[in-house]
Protein backbone atom coordinates (compact mmCIF):
# COMPACT_ATOMS: atom_id res chain seq x y z
CA UNK A 1 0.00 0.00 0.00
CA UNK A 2 1.80 3.43 -0.90
CA UNK A 3 1.76 5.91 1.52
CA UNK A 4 0.20 9.18 1.73
CA UNK A 5 2.07 11.94 1.59
CA UNK A 6 0.92 13.70 4.52
CA UNK A 7 -0.24 17.42 2.74
CA UNK A 8 -2.61 15.67 1.11
CA UNK A 9 -4.33 14.95 4.55
CA UNK A 10 -3.84 18.18 5.99
CA UNK A 11 -6.16 19.59 2.76
CA UNK A 12 -9.25 17.08 3.79
CA UNK A 13 -8.99 17.95 7.60
CA UNK A 14 -10.35 21.44 6.73
CA UNK A 15 -13.77 19.31 5.12
CA UNK A 16 -14.33 18.38 9.54
CA UNK A 17 -12.83 21.41 11.06
CA UNK A 18 -15.30 23.35 8.57
CA UNK A 19 -18.16 21.43 9.98
CA UNK A 20 -16.59 22.40 13.87
CA UNK A 21 -16.39 25.79 13.35
CA UNK A 22 -20.11 26.60 12.69
CA UNK A 23 -21.21 23.78 15.77
CA UNK A 24 -18.55 25.89 18.04
CA UNK A 25 -20.83 29.23 17.76
CA UNK A 26 -23.16 27.30 19.56
CA UNK A 27 -22.88 27.87 23.38
CA UNK A 28 -23.47 24.37 24.39
CA UNK A 29 -21.28 21.79 26.31
CA UNK A 30 -20.50 20.38 22.94
CA UNK A 31 -19.74 23.86 21.39
CA UNK A 32 -17.21 24.41 23.79
CA UNK A 33 -15.54 21.39 23.63
CA UNK A 34 -15.27 21.78 20.00
CA UNK A 35 -14.03 25.12 20.86
CA UNK A 36 -10.93 23.46 22.81
CA UNK A 37 -10.54 21.05 20.46
CA UNK A 38 -10.50 23.46 17.35
CA UNK A 39 -7.38 25.75 19.51
CA UNK A 40 -5.93 22.70 20.61
CA UNK A 41 -6.05 21.34 16.47
CA UNK A 42 -4.21 24.36 15.72
CA UNK A 43 -1.07 23.52 17.65
CA UNK A 44 -0.83 19.81 16.57
CA UNK A 45 2.52 19.18 14.36
CA UNK A 46 3.60 16.74 11.70
CA UNK A 47 5.07 13.33 12.68
CA UNK A 48 6.63 12.18 9.65
CA UNK A 49 6.52 13.13 6.10
CA UNK A 50 3.62 10.85 5.04
CA UNK A 51 0.87 8.67 6.36
CA UNK A 52 1.18 4.84 6.05
CA UNK A 53 -2.21 2.57 5.51
CA UNK A 54 -2.47 -0.43 7.85
CA UNK A 55 -4.81 -2.86 5.50
CA UNK A 56 -6.82 -3.36 8.42
CA UNK A 57 -9.70 -5.76 7.97
CA UNK A 58 -12.32 -3.31 8.58
CA UNK A 59 -11.11 -0.87 5.22
CA UNK A 60 -13.89 -3.74 3.63
CA UNK A 61 -16.78 -1.88 5.02
CA UNK A 62 -15.85 1.19 3.34
CA UNK A 63 -17.62 1.04 0.39
CA UNK A 64 -21.21 0.47 1.80
CA UNK A 65 -20.09 3.13 4.53
CA UNK A 66 -19.50 5.51 1.69
CA UNK A 67 -22.49 4.94 -0.43
CA UNK A 68 -24.70 7.43 -0.73
CA UNK A 69 -27.15 8.05 2.43
CA UNK A 70 -29.97 10.46 3.24
CA UNK A 71 -27.99 13.19 4.95
CA UNK A 72 -24.59 12.16 4.87
CA UNK A 73 -21.95 14.21 5.04
CA UNK A 74 -20.73 14.61 1.29
CA UNK A 75 -18.34 17.38 1.45
CA UNK A 76 -16.23 15.30 4.09
CA UNK A 77 -16.77 11.89 2.42
CA UNK A 78 -15.09 13.69 -1.18
CA UNK A 79 -12.81 15.02 0.69
CA UNK A 80 -11.49 11.86 1.94
CA UNK A 81 -12.59 9.65 -0.55
CA UNK A 82 -9.37 8.96 -2.03
CA UNK A 83 -7.60 8.43 1.16
CA UNK A 84 -9.73 6.34 3.33
CA UNK A 85 -8.52 3.10 2.86
CA UNK A 86 -4.55 4.03 2.85
CA UNK A 87 -5.22 5.47 6.26
CA UNK A 88 -3.84 3.82 9.46
CA UNK A 89 -7.07 1.77 10.18
CA UNK A 90 -6.35 -0.05 13.42
CA UNK A 91 -8.40 -1.76 16.53
CA UNK A 92 -6.41 -1.85 19.81
CA UNK A 93 -8.73 -4.07 22.10
CA UNK A 94 -8.42 -7.51 23.26
CA UNK A 95 -10.86 -9.72 21.62
CA UNK A 96 -14.30 -10.60 23.35
CA UNK A 97 -16.13 -14.29 23.49
CA UNK A 98 -19.21 -12.37 23.74
CA UNK A 99 -18.65 -10.22 20.97
CA UNK A 100 -16.84 -12.28 18.44
CA UNK A 101 -15.55 -10.73 14.99
CA UNK A 102 -15.57 -7.33 16.73
CA UNK A 103 -11.42 -6.71 16.43
CA UNK A 104 -12.36 -7.42 12.60
CA UNK A 105 -15.31 -5.40 11.81
CA UNK A 106 -14.67 -2.01 13.52
CA UNK A 107 -11.64 0.05 13.53
CA UNK A 108 -10.67 3.70 13.77
CA UNK A 109 -8.07 5.70 11.65
CA UNK A 110 -6.19 8.69 13.88
CA UNK A 111 -5.17 11.91 12.09
CA UNK A 112 -3.96 13.65 15.29
CA UNK A 113 -3.12 12.31 18.44
CA UNK A 114 0.15 11.32 20.65
CA UNK A 115 1.12 8.91 17.77
CA UNK A 116 -1.11 9.84 14.21
CA UNK A 117 0.52 11.41 11.61
CA UNK A 118 0.07 14.92 13.33
CA UNK A 119 1.12 14.98 16.58
CA UNK A 120 -0.75 16.32 19.65
CA UNK A 121 -0.42 15.50 23.44
CA UNK A 122 -3.90 17.80 24.08
CA UNK A 123 -6.09 16.49 21.34
CA UNK A 124 -7.21 13.31 18.99
CA UNK A 125 -9.06 13.39 15.81
CA UNK A 126 -9.66 10.60 13.88
CA UNK A 127 -12.50 8.46 11.63
CA UNK A 128 -14.40 5.18 13.57
CA UNK A 129 -15.32 2.77 11.03
CA UNK A 130 -17.91 -0.26 12.26
CA UNK A 131 -19.03 -2.74 9.79
CA UNK A 132 -22.98 -3.77 10.14
CA UNK A 133 -24.87 -5.81 12.57
CA UNK A 134 -22.18 -4.94 15.26
CA UNK A 135 -22.27 -4.09 18.94
CA UNK A 136 -19.45 -2.04 20.03
CA UNK A 137 -19.76 -2.88 23.42
CA UNK A 138 -19.75 -0.37 26.58
CA UNK A 139 -16.83 1.10 27.15
CA UNK A 140 -15.31 4.12 28.52
CA UNK A 141 -12.74 6.71 28.91
CA UNK A 142 -11.29 9.53 30.62
CA UNK A 143 -11.43 11.71 27.25
CA UNK A 144 -13.88 14.18 26.56
CA UNK A 145 -15.09 12.70 23.29
CA UNK A 146 -17.05 14.17 20.36
CA UNK A 147 -18.32 12.20 17.27
CA UNK A 148 -19.74 13.35 14.25
CA UNK A 149 -21.85 11.16 12.08
CA UNK A 150 -20.65 11.35 8.95
CA UNK A 151 -22.83 8.25 7.35
CA UNK A 152 -25.02 5.44 8.28
CA UNK A 153 -27.71 5.57 11.45
CA UNK A 154 -27.01 3.43 14.05
CA UNK A 155 -27.89 3.13 18.19
CA UNK A 156 -25.78 5.38 20.41
CA UNK A 157 -26.08 4.71 23.82
CA UNK A 158 -24.44 6.85 27.26
CA UNK A 159 -25.47 6.70 30.25
CA UNK A 160 -28.93 5.30 30.70
CA UNK A 161 -29.94 6.58 27.49
CA UNK A 162 -30.32 5.57 23.78
CA UNK A 163 -30.87 6.80 20.64
CA UNK A 164 -31.06 6.35 16.79
CA UNK A 165 -28.05 8.78 15.41
CA UNK A 166 -28.42 10.17 11.88
CA UNK A 167 -25.81 11.72 9.96
CA UNK A 168 -25.14 15.18 10.74
CA UNK A 169 -25.41 14.64 14.56
CA UNK A 170 -23.18 15.07 17.13
CA UNK A 171 -22.40 13.28 20.51
CA UNK A 172 -21.08 14.50 23.40
CA UNK A 173 -19.59 12.00 25.62
CA UNK A 174 -18.22 13.44 29.16
CA UNK A 175 -15.31 12.08 30.66
CA UNK A 176 -15.73 8.34 32.09
CA UNK A 177 -18.90 7.90 30.93
CA UNK A 178 -19.98 4.61 29.90
CA UNK A 179 -20.86 5.12 26.32
CA UNK A 180 -22.05 1.95 23.17
CA UNK A 181 -23.14 2.07 19.59
CA UNK A 182 -24.89 -0.78 17.91
CA UNK A 183 -24.83 -0.73 13.82
CA UNK A 184 -27.73 -2.39 12.12
CA UNK A 185 -27.91 -3.22 8.40
CA UNK A 186 -26.12 -0.38 7.85
CA UNK A 187 -22.31 0.02 8.69
CA UNK A 188 -21.41 3.36 10.38
CA UNK A 189 -18.89 6.07 9.62
CA UNK A 190 -18.34 9.01 12.03
CA UNK A 191 -15.54 11.39 13.32
CA UNK A 192 -14.14 11.59 16.60
CA UNK A 193 -12.53 13.77 18.74
CA UNK A 194 -10.62 13.00 22.09
CA UNK A 195 -9.43 15.77 24.58
CA UNK A 196 -8.10 15.75 27.86
CA UNK A 197 -5.80 12.69 29.05
CA UNK A 198 -6.03 11.40 25.44
CA UNK A 199 -2.82 8.89 26.44
CA UNK A 200 -5.40 7.01 28.84
CA UNK A 201 -7.05 4.37 26.32
CA UNK A 202 -10.55 3.24 26.66
CA UNK A 203 -11.61 0.34 28.54
CA UNK A 204 -14.79 -1.91 28.67
CA UNK A 205 -17.46 -1.11 30.97
CA UNK A 206 -18.64 -4.50 31.67
FE1 LIG B 1 -15.53 6.66 23.29
Known sequence: MDAIPLSKIAEPIRSIRDHFERRQRIDDATGRELRHVLRELDLA?????????SGHSV?????PALARRPGQLTDVIDAFRPFFAG????????SRADAPGLELNMGWAELVGPVAPFRSDTVCLGF????????????W??????????NGT????????SARRAPGEYILHPSKVLHAMRTEEEPLLAVYTWSGDVNTLS???D
Open 59 to 63: IRHLE
Open 154 to 161: AIWTAGQQ
Open 128 to 139: TLIGPRINYPLH
Open 45 to 53: TPGGATVQG
Open 203 to 205: AYG
Open 141 to 150: HPAVEVYLVI
Open 87 to 94: LPWRYSYA
